[in-house]
């Protein structure tokens, strides 16, 4: 194999096994396997498809680390897996129908999205943070408000996904969950639904570059399970530094590339 293909794997592996850490702790994983993708040539529908169903097995992962701090939140799992396996639908078919030049166009708007939710989830983790509210009459409409912004997180999710952890982990604290274990299990498992699906419909649709993608699906697992085991106890300061650095730095890159028609 040419040296240029093992140096260009081992980014891309690299990629995934940061993003899978980095998904298991809050979200954003995108933010890095998807302009490594984009590095190594392949154009923004497939970099983006082939990111999804490579960071899948990932989420999986991180999920049966996770798995004891679900407890019995079977209500939870059921009520919120419904909205994110038809936003996840949505989501991809919107994606399926929409041309890479309309997509490419769009994607540094997205990516700008997901780096400012990046930036805001240190906030929202304090505001997570806070005191418990009590019961009160607004339990419900707080359950109904939950749901429709589950949908369209998962919406979201099927057409690009960066960012989708810190949405519902901010959605999660609308419901008055504090452990944060407990939120990322949560998190974890309904990424699982909005992704799976997505992904199933990419591969169903011949979206994916397998020889990539598998490499990085590897990764992907090594690096969720491993964020999922050492999220309680290691800062992420530094990693978000970079991971907003990217996703600023890829916004900036593909806006110019976009206004002045040639690749920077």
């Known amino acids: 194999m040419p040296m240029h293909a093992i140096f260009q794997d081992l980014i891309l592996g690299?990629?995934?096994?940061?993003?899978?850490v980095v998904n298991?702790?809050?979200?954003?994983?995108?933010l890095l396997t998807f302009p490594a993708l984009i590095w190594a040539g392949q154009v923004e529908r497939v970099a983006n498809a082939t990111s999804t169903v490579a960071l899948w097995p990932g989420a999986l992962s991180s999920f049966w680390?996770?798995?004891?701090?679900?407890?019995?939140?079977?209500?939870q799992i059921a009520l919120l897996a419904v909205p994110s396996f038809v936003g996840g639908v949505l989501g991809a078919l919107l994606l399926l129908n929409t041309g890479n030049e309309t997509f490419a166009t769009v994607v540094?708007?997205?990516?700008?999205?997901?780096?400012?939710?990046?930036?805001?989830?240190?906030?929202?983790?304090?505001?997570?943070?806070?005191?418990?509210?009590?019961?009160?009459?607004?339990?419900?409409?707080?359950?109904?408000?939950?749901?429709?912004?589950?949908?369209?997180?998962?919406?979201y999710g099927g057409y690009f996904?960066?960012?989708?952890?810190?949405?519902?982990?901010?959605?999660?604290?609308?419901?008055g969950l504090t452990d944060i274990h407990h939120m990322n299990a949560l998190k974890n498992l309904n990424a699982m639904c909005i992704n799976g699906i997505a992904a199933a419909i990419f591969i169903v649709n011949g979206m994916v570059?397998?020889?990539?993608?598998?490499g990085m699906a590897a990764g992907a697992i090594l690096g969720g399970y491993a964020g999922a085991r050492v999220a309680r106890r290691v800062g992420?300061?530094?990693?978000?530094?970079?991971?907003?650095?990217?996703?600023?730095?890829?916004?900036?890159?593909?806006?110019?590339?976009?206004?002045?028609?040639?690749?920077?």
């Open 65 to 75: 680390a996770y798995r004891t701090e679900l407890g019995s939140s079977r209500k």
């Open 161 to 175: 996904g960066a960012g989708i952890g810190i949405l519902m982990l901010a959605a999660f604290g609308l419901l």
């Open 236 to 264: 992420q300061k530094n990693v978000r530094r970079v991971i907003i650095g990217i996703g600023c730095a890829l916004t900036l890159w593909l806006l110019l590339r976009n206004l002045t028609g040639v690749s920077i």
């Open 209 to 214: 570059d397998w020889r990539l993608a598998l």
């Open 14 to 20: 690299g990629s995934a096994v940061l993003g899978g």
């Open 108 to 155: 540094p708007y997205l990516l700008l999205l997901a780096t400012l939710l990046f930036v805001a989830d240190e906030p929202l983790a304090r505001w997570r943070r806070r005191p418990p509210q009590a019961a009160t009459a607004w339990r419900r409409t707080r359950w109904a408000v939950v749901l429709v912004v589950q949908l369209l997180v998962g919406i």
């Open 24 to 30: 298991a702790v809050a979200g954003g994983g995108t």
